[in-house]
């Protein structure tokens, strides 16, 4: 089934990162299978609740970053043979051919042919130029083709087409993402005003139209620094840490999301919906019950802090967050003890003022853990179901 490609776009989404084993284990190989069949089932509960779906290629044979999501810690060894990429194209190939069966009805947009490599560039494109015949040759498959930005952002790709090396405009029906991350060395060391301006400075290659950069989502990002200790408890009674997430959840919301059609940004997946012990950091579901991040993201009006016209928030904006609250979520009162978040200011959070300066920006990851993602896009974007409002990632490994 072909899905429409020029549809205007409001729609939520999801990203399944799966480990290769999922598809193609061998008899020597320490990893459990039997992912699969929940693939299937999540994939089916999307279709049913109108969710699309960005699968992606997570842990690749050899490893592709020699990091533990890979199934492989310490090297690097996807490039050592060709089994390895031979094996990867088989699973996009069984991906591929399963998820455009009728019976999904055009759920799965995005495969994303490999997560976070970081070796050679030139091998990484070969392969990129593989994965891209085999998920959509021609188009026919009716799935948009994803690839990682590799940690070189988001410009070092403009104008990259898998199948001309000389394009001067991005190939069809692709779609970058890139990881922007403020907890590994040496950015968990930059204080809060710097990760701010980072984050903006990012924030403006994404919202110039005409720049080549292929349509871009940030497909995992966290509220995890070096300015808090990431926690499982006490976070309801830390003020200053639920004001402090509130104003970097905010800021990389507005500056990861689109504003207008045509330009490069698409939206965002968030890292993760819960970890195993809901850190605060890195647990969507644990910043809605303790109010740091908005309650319905598709609705600016529930957010705390102004969007400026460059698409930055005013962090000058005064914000605090309640003194506690209750952790039960948004149903709830949100605060205990008669205590309420607070903002005072020119501007009331939500609308659109002033500008704000931009110089450059970079940013890397390592391991994480599940999650969603926020915001809808403008009409006429040709990227299927990449919009967001409540992304949720699953992980099955």
């Excluded at 690839?147 to 991005?170: G, L």
């Excluded at 980072?198 to 995992?220: H, Q, S, Y």
């Excluded at 965002?268 to 644990?286: C, K, N």
């Amino acid at each position: 089934m072909t899905w429409p490609r020029s549809r205007p776009l409001d729609s939520a989404a999801i990203r399944i990162p799966l480990g290769y084993w999922a598809v193609d284990l061998l008899d020597y190989e320490p990893y459990v299978s039997g992912q699969y069949t929940y693939l299937v089932q999540a994939v089916q509960w999307a279709k049913e609740l109108g969710l699309h779906v960005m699968i992606d290629l997570h842990g690749a044979p050899g490893s592709q970053n020699g990091w533990e999501e890979t199934g492989l810690v310490g090297p690097i060894g996807f490039v050592d043979n060709s089994s390895n990429s031979d094996r990867s194209l088989n699973v996009l190939r069984n991906l591929t051919a399963e998820f455009t069966k009728e019976m999904y009805g055009g759920a799965v947009t995005n495969i994303e042919l490999l997560n976070e490599p970081i070796f050679a560039n030139a091998a990484l494109r070969t392969f990129y130029t593989a994965g891209a015949d085999v998920v959509g040759p021609a188009n026919s498959s009716g799935i948009n083709v994803t690839i990682h930005d590799a940690f070189y952002n988001p410009p070092t790709w403009a104008n990259y087409d898998p199948h001309n090396a000389s394009a001067q405009t991005p190939g069809k029906f692709l779609t970058l993402d890139t990881h922007q991350f403020w907890a590994f060395p040496p950015l968990d060391k930059l204080p809060e005003p710097q990760i701010l301006q980072r984050i903006c400075d990012f924030a403006a290659a994404l919202k110039l139209n005409n720049t080549g950069i292929p349509p871009t989502l940030v497909g995992e990002w966290s509220l995890s620094t070096g300015i808090t200790a990431n926690s499982t408890s006490n976070t309801e009674q830390d003020q200053a840490k639920r004001t402090w997430f509130r104003k970097l959840f905010e800021a990389q919301n507005a500056a990861y999301s689109p504003q207008k059609a045509g330009q490069p940004s698409i939206g965002w997946y968030f890292w993760s919906w819960q970890t195993e012990y809901d850190i605060d950091a890195w647990s969507y579901r644990r910043g809605l019950a303790d109010g740091y991040i908005p309650s319905n993201i598709s609705d600016p009006s529930t957010y705390a802090f102004p969007v400026l016209d460059n698409g930055c928030i005013d962090d000058t904006f005064a914000y605090t967050a309640a003194a506690s609250v209750s952790g039960l979520g948004p149903s709830s009162t949100g605060s205990s003890g008669g205590s309420s978040a607070t903002s005072t200011g020119g501007s009331s959070a939500a609308t659109t003022t002033g500008s704000s300066s931009s110089s450059s920006s970079s940013s890397s990851s390592t391991a994480k853990s599940s999650a969603p993602a926020g915001m809808t896009l403008p009409g006429g974007l040709w990227v299927s179901g990449l919009g967001v409002a409540s992304v949720l990632l699953f992980c099955l490994y």
